[in-house]
């Protein structure tokens, strides 16, 4: 039989996804639906980032790296974490990981004992709890509140503290919200890190999507020897398939992560390394993906603008938008559905993110600007006509 690790790690059943697929299948039939359901890129790879790669492999970069990623990679790496966290970051203090993900993995792994709790702000991505289970970890959630535009709350965060808690897991600019922290609540959850001896574990992968300075807690006030930074080139350089992200943290932590990467990934892909040392020196794509997300974030806003009972929650930053419907209708799955039969427009309930987003609906911006405002217009004329 499977080991108890491996099972139960994703919960099947009822996780909100059902209004994405089915408005997949009816797309693949035919019908004229907008799906904004889902969150990866419409776009390809800037090319300049393309033709490294194509070099790389042509130039015979076939081979096994470092298990922390090349010395090039990890330079990049740093460099880049000097500038998104304002901390100055040494090769020592970054290891490359095959994405995001498998960085929370490692951050998750590296801080946690079996039976040891953290806490989550929600709402939160989706893999976070799995992504604890994985550790044989307890984990709280702990919600901030639509009205507050989801921002943490300290008092209610700290509230949740055990004395078996090690680490609290943030997402900043948040997935799904759209939420950009403020320094304020910032400096609280470091206050609660720096108090209690906990690590902080910063989701930063959306850095460059936030619309202005980003802040990281890693530069807060004895925060750098407590915080591990999640970070990926999925989002700020248009590379989710290329599965390349990273941590940057203390030192002696990411030494100790190298043999993890040993027992796991065994290093990285040797030709995605050299592209993307490429794309973190030249900044490929980087510019042009956070000005087009902006400018969707604009375009959609303001075509919804004055819509009845449609109230803007969060929405700063990252790749999507929240709304809150319940004045319309209570039920954001109902809503959804309806709004797929009647418009044929594919959203994400918001209760799929747990309690503080029932009530809402998520938007993604992984579409072109006229499609957006397309919708937009269908989402106008659903809420004028829903009883
Ligand atoms: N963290 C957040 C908040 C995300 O939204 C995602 C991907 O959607 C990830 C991490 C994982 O990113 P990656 O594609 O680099 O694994």
């Known amino acids: 039989k499977p080991s108890s690790r491996v099972t ?3 919960p099947s059943g009822k996780d909100g996804w059902e209004v994405h697929f089915e408005a997949v299948t009816r797309k693949e039939a035919g019908e004229p639906i907008i799906i904004l359901s889902v969150g990866d890129h ?18 015979g970069h076939h081979h096994y790296t470092q298990l922390s990623g090349t010395p090039a990679l990890r330079a990049a790496l740093a460099k880049i974490s000097t500038q998104s966290t304002g901390v100055a970051t040494t090769a020592e203090q970054v290891i490359a990981t095959p994405g995001g993900q498998a ?25 976070y709890p799995g992504t604890f289970r994985a550790a044989n970890a307890e ?24 004395p078996n808690t090690r680490a609290i897991l943030i997402n900043t600019p948040n997935n799904p919200t759209g939420a950009v922290y403020t ?35 890693r530069s807060l006030p004895g925060m750098a020897e407590r915080t591990l930074v999640i970070n990926s080139m999925s989002k700020s350089h248009g590379m989710t398939g290329w599965r390349l992200g990273w941590l940057a943290g203390p030192e002696r932590m990411i030494q100790l992560l190298t043999d993890l990467n040993l027992v796991s990934t065994y290093g990285l892909v040797d030709f995605i390394s050299h592209a ?43 790749m999507y938008v929240m709304l809150d419907i319940s004045a319309i209708e209570p039920d ?21 993110f747990g309690e503080a987003a029932a009530g809402h609906i998520r938007i993604s911006l992984c579409q072109p600007e ?5 919708a937009a217009g269908r989402l106008r004329r659903f809420a004028s006509s829903y009883r």
């Open 276 to 318: 993307a040392v490429e794309a973190l020196e030249n900044g490929y794509g980087v510019k042009e993906i956070a000005e087009r997300y902006g400018g969707r974030r604009t375009v959609f806003l303001d075509a919804i603008r004055g819509m009845n009972d449609v109230t803007v929650r969060g929405s700063e930053g990252g």
């Open 8 to 10: 139960g790690l994703v």
């Open 42 to 59: 419409d776009f390809d790879t800037p090319k300049e980032t393309v033709e490294a790669c194509v070099e790389a492999v042509r130039a």
């Open 103 to 127: 960085a929370l993995y490692a951050a998750v792994q590296s801080v946690l004992d079996d039976g040891d709790h953290g806490i989550v702000v929600a709402p939160y991505y989706a893999t």
């Open 370 to 374: 006229p499609v957006l405002q397309e």
């Open 183 to 217: 320094r304020k609540a910032l400096e609280g959850i470091a206050d609660i890190c720096r108090r209690h001896d906990l690590w902080l574990l910063s989701d930063e992968v959306y850095w460059t999507l936030g619309g202005g300075e980003h802040v990281s807690p």
């Open 139 to 162: 984990f709280s959630v702990v919600e901030t509140r639509s009205e507050d535009g989801f921002q943490p709350d300290a008092a209610t965060i700290e509230a949740a503290a055990r």
């Open 332 to 352: 954001d799955e109902k809503f959804a559905w309806a709004l797929l039969d009647t418009e044929k427009v594919g959203v994400t309930p918001g209760s799929a």
